[in-house]
């Protein structure tokens, strides 16, 4: 049983998408649906409900849209629709986020980097999820002078850096064999401690090529020369925010789907950007990248690589036949996206 969590915004405009072209590839998937975000706050005053979280631990894999709402913004933070992405995480333990960022060759107009820069980047941001400034202590409080303050700590301990440091040097052996570290060492203790224990687990695995790099650099080596990349590893801010920049190095926020997997191989699969508030309801919103985290929820959790290899061949197919959403300079709304990919699969 697959858990589908549309979310608010654009969420349930491209998990819609992504749920016609897995009926389309002839996946007979059975899914059940149910409110998560701002959605859910509205419908029973919490934005995770106790029942949606109880549906994502006994699903197979949860497919998620994207949670945010404006409205909520003034909420007291735990019940704001964030929390419902964060909730998920840490309650069913996905620590490791795999964010893969590769240009298909047909968008190379639609990148903001020059095409033969953009013609490079192929690489894979894996992302600790279950700690750092996310999860850390954090509070407002008043400093002694009577000023208003607030504060979020940082941390990682040894265990949870050691174990997404396995998961990089693990996806770079699958892949190219070259693993760049992303921290900010110069400053941070945190960082200190996680460059020494990557440092530490890379003699576990020889054949990997590890560098380190200081996360100021690597936002500026992204848009200089993507394709030095092959997989990063870093924390969860630095990552949430180099998976953001390195999305418009490959064309859009539209294109990048995610996995994040638990150690057993149990995983929810998102597109990495948000519920866009901007184009909800419009038909703006590009599908792809819930479309290539639904095949990879295939691959990753289902052992079905054949159907994930299927679907991202007819999204290529799609954008090669010229299928584009107006985030990728075209006029295609959401669900003639949808349509192209489901043309392009028969
Ligand atoms: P966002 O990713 O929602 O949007 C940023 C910009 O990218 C907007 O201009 C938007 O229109 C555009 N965009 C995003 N996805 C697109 C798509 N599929 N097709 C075309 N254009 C797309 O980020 P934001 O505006 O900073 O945040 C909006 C809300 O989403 C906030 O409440 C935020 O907390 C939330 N958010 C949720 C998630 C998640 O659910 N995992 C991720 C990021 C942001
Ligand atoms: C993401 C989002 C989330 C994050 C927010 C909505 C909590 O930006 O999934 O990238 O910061 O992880
Ligand atoms: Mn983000």
Redesign the pocket.
């Given at each position: 049983m697959i858990a589908l969590l549309p979310?608010?915004?654009?969420?349930p405009e491209?998990i819609a998408e992504a749920v016609r072209v897995l009926d389309a590839a002839g996946c007979a998937l059975d899914f059940q649906q149910a409110a998560v975000?701002g959605a859910a706050y509205r419908e029973s005053g919490h934005p995770l409900p106790e029942t949606t979280l109880d549906l994502a631990r006994r699903a197979d894999a949860i497919l998620?849209?994207?949670?945010?709402?404006?409205a909520?913004?003034t909420l007291e933070r735990r019940l704001?629709?964030?929390q419902?992405?964060l909730g998920l995480r840490r309650e069913l333990a996905l620590f490791a986020n795999l964010r893969p960022a590769k240009l298909f060759a047909e968008l190379a107009d639609a990148s903001a980097l020059r095409p033969e820069v953009a013609a490079e980047i192929d690489l894979v941001i894996v992302r600790e999820l279950n700690g750092d400034v996310y999860f850390g202590e954090k509070g407002m409080r008043t400093t002694p002078a009577g000023r208003r303050q607030g504060y979020d700590v940082m941390a990682y301990d040894e265990d949870e850096v050691a174990r997404i440091a396995r998961v990089g040097f693990e996806t770079a052996m699958a892949r190219g064999r070259t693993l760049c570290s992303v921290d900010k060492a110069n400053v941070l203790e945190t960082s200190q401690l996680w460059r020494d224990v990557v440092t530490e687990i890379a003699s576990e695995y020889p054949q990997v090529a590890l560098s380190h790099m200081y996360v100021d650099n690597a936002a500026m080596q992204l848009v200089r020369n993507p394709g030095q990349f092959d997989v990063i590893v870093t924390g969860n801010l630095f990552g949430?925010i180099l998976s953001?920049q390195a999305s418009m190095c490959a064309g859009?926020?539209?294109?990048l789907p995610s996995a994040s997997l638990d150690s057993a191989g149990k995983g929810l699969y998102?597109?990495?950007?948000?519920?866009?508030?901007?184009?909800?309801g419009q038909g703006?919103?590009?599908?792809?990248?819930?479309i290539l985290s639904a095949a990879m929820m295939l691959r990753y959790s289902l052992g079905r690589a054949e159907e994930a290899d299927r679907i991202e061949a007819a999204v290529a197919a799609a954008l090669a036949g010229g299928a584009r959403?107006?985030?990728l300079g075209g006029t295609l709304s959401?669900s003639q996206m949808g349509d192209a990919v489901i043309e392009a699969l028969a």
């Open positions: 979310g608010d915004g654009i969420g491209v975000g998620f849209g994207a949670v945010g709402d404006p909520c913004d704001r629709p964030e419902a992405i949430d953001d859009s926020i539209g294109m998102e597109p990495i950007h948000g519920s866009a508030p901007d184009i909800a703006k919103a590009n599908p792809l990248a819930t959403t107006p985030d959401t």
